[in-house]
């Protein structure tokens, strides 16, 4: 509980840095104002190197996210609501996007739950959603590597050794990875604010572009 607590803090410290950052920064011509993302601004930083396998069995790692800007969120296959729901919203995000620029977002889904979200079963799930969509994972000291950076919480919480029916505690909020394969910013995903993610994304990837 406390480290969900101290995540909860954390989250709100972002979102506070970046409401600052957006007042700052508002007349420049390199920033925008958005609607729904909060943008790290100068606490934006380098992702480290990091190694996932994703649903075609092929390695994940900083090199793919280079040049696009990239939507990632933390779950697992068996979650009842929280990631077949943000999922489903990225779909929707994507598909408002000007079709001249969906190409430039990529929409990965990682699971902290290797045990059971084997490649194949990722796959499955995958297909649900949006065949572009790419979901990942790894064993969970290299899984720490990037939830770390990206202060993403998840912790397995089994009632027994052989407990197979458990259930993992994530973070639900999706991370935003600029061009430069930098954690730039970060959003709760709703429907009611699937339109607002959308735009934030195209005036982000157009002001990328003219500069």
Same mark, same amino acid.
């Given at each position: 509980?406390? %480290?969900?607590?101290?995540? /909860?803090?954390?989250?709100?410290?972002?979102?506070?840095?970046?409401?600052?950052? !957006? /007042?700052?920064?508002?007349?420049?011509?390199?920033f925008l104002e958005t609607e729904v993302i909060t943008l790290l601004g100068s606490e934006t930083?380098?992702?480290?190197?990091?190694?996932? &396998?994703?649903?075609?069995?092929?390695?994940?790692?900083?090199?793919?996210?280079?040049? %696009?800007?990239?939507?990632?969120?933390?779950? *697992?296959?068996?979650?009842?609501?929280?990631?077949?729901?943000?999922?489903?919203?990225?779909?929707?995000?994507? !598909?408002?996007?000007?079709?001249?620029?969906?190409?430039?977002v990529k929409v990965y889904f990682v699971s902290v739950d290797p045990a059971r979200d084997k490649?194949?079963?990722?796959?499955?799930?995958?297909?649900?959603?949006?065949?572009?969509?790419?979901?990942?994972?790894?064993?969970?000291? %290299?899984?720490?590597?990037?939830?770390?950076?990206?202060?993403?919480?998840? %912790? &397995?919480?089994?009632?027994?050794?052989?407990?197979?029916?458990?259930?993992?505690?994530?973070s639900g909020y999706v991370v935003l990875i600029d061009p430069n394969v930098q954690y730039a910013?970060? *959003?709760? !995903?709703?429907?009611? !604010? @699937?339109?607002?993610?959308?735009?934030?994304?195209?005036?982000? &990837?157009?002001?990328?572009? @003219?500069?």
């Amino acid at each position: 509980m406390k %480290k969900f607590l101290a995540q /909860a803090l954390y989250v709100l410290v972002l979102i506070y840095a970046g409401f600052c950052h !957006s /007042a700052e920064v508002a007349s420049s011509s390199k920033f925008l104002e958005t609607e729904v993302i909060t943008l790290l601004g100068s606490e934006t930083r380098v992702l480290p190197e990091f190694e996932l &396998i994703d649903h075609h069995q092929t390695i994940l790692g900083k090199d793919r996210l280079s040049g %696009k800007w990239n939507l990632m969120f933390f779950g *697992f296959t068996n979650c009842p609501d929280v990631c077949p729901t943000t999922l489903s919203e990225m779909n929707n995000v994507v !598909s408002r996007i000007p079709a001249k620029l969906r190409d430039e977002v990529k929409v990965y889904f990682v699971s902290v739950d290797p045990a059971r979200d084997k490649p194949e079963s990722l796959a499955a799930y995958m297909s649900y959603f949006n065949p572009d969509f790419t979901a990942a994972t790894a064993d969970l000291d %290299k899984l720490k590597i990037l939830t770390s950076a990206l202060g993403v919480s998840h %912790k &397995i919480k089994k009632k027994s050794e052989g407990d197979l029916a458990y259930t993992v505690d994530h973070s639900g909020y999706v991370v935003l990875i600029d061009p430069n394969v930098q954690y730039a910013g970060l *959003f709760f !995903s709703d429907r009611d !604010s @699937v339109e607002a993610v959308a735009r934030d994304l195209t005036n982000l &990837i157009t002001q990328n572009n @003219v500069d």
